[in-house]
């Protein structure tokens, strides 16, 4: 199963209390329960806003069991920013 690293910013690296961490996982939706499953409480609440990249591509409107990863690669967890 590939290894990858997801990195939480603004509100999700609050609600999670780190920035990054391993995960093992072969699809998106894989990755972001094993977080869930880790982190349970404000960071399963701050996931349903967030929006995704994998590996620098954005994830858009694709179902996350369709959004496979790759062993080494980067899951960025974006929640809405304010500002512009």
Known sequence: MPEVTVRYWA??????????????????AE???AARTRHPGEL?????RCSFLVDGDPVGTREHETVRLADGGTVEVLPPFAGG
């Open 11 to 28: 509100a999700a690296k609050a609600a999670a209390g780190v920035a990054e961490e391993p995960f093992d996982a072969a699809t998106l």
């Open 31 to 33: 990755a972001l329960d």
């Open 44 to 48: 399963t609440r701050v996931l349903r």
